[in-house]
Every structure is written in C-alpha cells, then in structure tokens.
C-alpha cells in the first residue's frame, strides 16, 4: 500500500509532529551528524515490523535504538564502566555500543535480531536530540533507505529511495558527518563492530587499550558483506578510468567529482554516500573509486566501499 509521505520543517511544529507520529506507531525519517535514520517506536512490534518492511531489511539484521540520553539507554541495557567512558568521551556522537540487554526492557524482540544484546546511541544533532526528548520513546532507527543501497544524507536520498513507504521525513538539511556511527561490543572485552564516524585510535586512546575484532556472526548492523550500495558496480583503488566508468576521485586523483583534492579523510568521509549517489545517477556506468587510506576515517571509508564492492544480495539470500 502506498502512504502519502510527509515533509515536515525542522521547526518547533515539525518536531513536535514527528514526535507524535513515533509514538503513534508510524515511521519517520530524522536527521543526526551521520545519516538520515528511519525511525520507530522500539517497543512495538508493529513498528518496527514496518522498518523491516519499508526497507526490505533482513530480519536478522539488528537495529540501532536512538536515545535522548545516558539515563535512557541504562534502562534498556546492562550499563558498564566501559560504557561510562566511552558514553562520557564521545555521547552524543557517532559511537553506537552494543550492551547485554537489560531484562524486561521495553524493546521488541524484532529490534534485537534474535540476540541478546542491544545496540544504543545518542545522537549528535539538535533536531535529534530535540524528537527525541519530544517523543519521549526509545526510538529504533537504521538508515533510511532501501536495504543495501546508499546511505541517505539529505532528505532527497529519503524520498528518492522510500517515498510512498514511510509516513514523514523530517527535512533539517544535509548530515554533517555523512558516515554512519561506530559501532563498539562491551559484552566482555570491547571490541570493534563496525568501523565509523569516530576513529577507532580515538576510542582505543580513551579506553587506555586496543579493541578486539567481531566474529564470524551478525553482532551488530552494517555487518552484512554486501552493503551501502549504488545500483552501479563499483571498482576500487583506481587512479586511472576505463572506458564506460566514473571515477570517483580523492587527493591527487581527480575524478569526475572527489571526495577531497586535498586528502582530507574527514571532507572524504562527509561526501562519500553524497557523491555516489551523485554518480549513481548518471547513467549505464560502473563508478571506479581511487584509493583511500588505511587509517582514521579512512577505515571506515574503505569498510563502506568493501561492502559496496561486494557481491549483491539476492532477495532470497536476504531472508
């Protein structure tokens, strides 16, 4: 069924309509320093049911529950002295932790994927922080856009990729960081889930010690192998284009658009999902990406294209 999709203003009246629409069980799409998220009411079963739906997300795949502040995220979770280091160093910001689930926590069971962690985070980002403080819910929100594909960083991408499926977006501008969060386990020793918006050496120096590496199994969202992907093929480390390819460049590799002519890794990371879907929309091509360094956001950077690289899901392998 096609839903009319509303535009809401990033005003006092928007806020506080979104915020209503969460609690009434509908989906709306909000901005934070990352991505566009598209949000639910964590603890319906049937809104979030419709994230999976809107989307065509794998079940299995676990949720972010977006909170308004660290006192809301201990009611959902097993708190830590980690996490009192890490909430306290870098919240809000674009650091999710993956925490044992708190017993009796208003959380649907759809949220978790079937494991008995839940991630969190607090935004960084006034009209988040502002929904969220109005709604007065946890709120599950991934990315708002079909599962796989780009990240969205403008409501545009939102309404490119989900209009008529979700209920509201609520329209603040482009995302600041233009790179989703990372994600830390602190189940037993912490351990990097998934690489993001804060440099994993940052995390490491405040925690006085190395992170761990994940396992073989879903643990946390954005682990499938294909993920983050443009309808295009993607070729990676190129410095040169080949016939019928864009080329994406960065520092001394200039391309049909660049991530950074000067090799700035944080510009980079900002104009990433931006420019591939920029790419992605001018025709028949595959999109050749120059090579980008192993280190800071740069890990995070290769982690997406890796993903984007990788060989497409079919409809049947994501059930």
Not at 52 to 80: C, M, Q, T, Y
Not at 95 to 106: D, H, I, N, S, Y
Not at 134 to 162: F, Q, W
Request: glycine letters at 12%; a negative charge.
């Amino acid at each position: 069924m096609t839903i009319d999709t509303e535009i809401l203003t990033p005003d006092a009246a928007g806020i506080e309509r979104a915020a209503h629409l969460l609690r009434g069980g509908a989906l709306v799409s909000f901005p934070t320093e990352t991505v566009y998220g598209l949000g639910a009411h964590a603890g319906e079963d049937k809104a979030v049911a419709r994230i999976f739906d809107a989307k065509g997300r794998p079940r299995f795949n676990p949720l972010i529950v977006h909170v308004a502040d660290v006192a809301a995220a201990r009611r959902l979770v097993e708190w830590s002295k980690m996490a009192d280091i890490l909430a306290g160093a870098f919240w809000p910001g674009p650091l999710t932790l993956v925490l044992p689930l708190r017993k009796g926590a208003p959380v649907s069971d759809l949220v978790t994927g079937g494991l008995s962690t839940l991630a969190v985070r607090m935004p960084d980002h006034s009209i988040a922080a502002r929904l969220l403080q109005e709604a007065d819910i946890p709120v599950a929100a991934p990315s708002a856009n079909a599962s796989g594909r780009l990240s969205p960083t403008t409501a545009g991408h939102v309404l490119d990729s989900l209009a008529g499926r979700i209920d509201a977006i609520l329209d603040a501008g482009p995302c600041k960081l233009g790179l989703e969060s990372t994600i830390v386990g602190l189940v037993d020793s912490p351990r990097l889930l998934r690489p993001g918006g804060l440099p994993a050496e940052v995390i490491e120096d405040a925690l006085g010690a190395p992170l761990g590496t994940s396992g073989p199994g879903i643990e946390a969202p954005g682990q499938l192998g294909s993920h983050y992907a443009p309808r295009a093929g993607l070729r990676l480390n190129a410095t040169t284009r080949r016939d019928g390819e864009r080329l994406l460049g960065f520092g001394s590799v200039k391309g049909d658009l660049t991530l950074s002519a000067g090799g700035d890794l944080v510009e980079a990371a900002a104009q990433l999902f931006c420019h591939l879907h920029a790419l992605d929309t001018m025709g028949d091509h595959t999109i050749a990406v120059a090579p980008i360094p192993e280190h800071g956001l740069g890990r995070a950077i290769n982690d997406r294209l890796r993903r984007a690289a990788a060989p497409r899901m079919t409809p049947d392998q994501a059930e």
